[in-house]
């Protein structure tokens, strides 16, 4: 793995709300911006700021559903990525 891609993994990770959010996708399933945004306490335009961050990391994926997108974690994670879900699902 290159240091760029290590340092895009890492700095998806750079804040609360971002671990948060991963935690949360960790559990299965897809979720809408405005489920997470309620979950995590904090408005629709900022959740949505931090989800396309951690989709450009690599950490999750995006379907559109008539009028809404569903995120989830990517279904093919693994090396770094996976194991840093793994650490983040089992925090407290």
């Given at each position: 793995m290159?240091?760029?891609?290590l340092?895009?993994?890492?700095?998806?990770?750079?804040?609360?709300?971002?671990?948060?959010?991963l935690?949360?996708l960790?559990?299965g399933?897809e979720?809408?911006?405005?489920?997470?945004?309620?979950?995590i306490?904090?408005?629709?335009?900022?959740?949505?700021?931090?989800?396309?961050?951690l989709?450009?990391?690599g950490?999750?994926?995006?379907?559109q559903?008539?009028?809404?997108?569903?995120?989830?974690l990517?279904e093919?994670?693994?090396?770094?990525?996976?194991?840093l879900?793994?650490?983040?699902?089992q925090?407290?």
């Amino acid at each position: 793995m290159m240091l760029r891609e290590l340092e895009k993994i890492y700095r998806a990770l750079g804040t609360r709300k971002r671990l948060e959010i991963l935690k949360l996708l960790s559990g299965g399933g897809e979720k809408t911006v405005g489920d997470i945004a309620s979950t995590i306490h904090l408005s629709f335009k900022s959740t949505s700021k931090h989800l396309v961050f951690l989709r450009q990391a690599g950490f999750l994926e995006r379907r559109q559903a008539g009028y809404v997108g569903l995120y989830s974690l990517e279904e093919g994670l693994a090396g770094v990525r996976q194991q840093l879900v793994n650490h983040i699902r089992q925090s407290k």
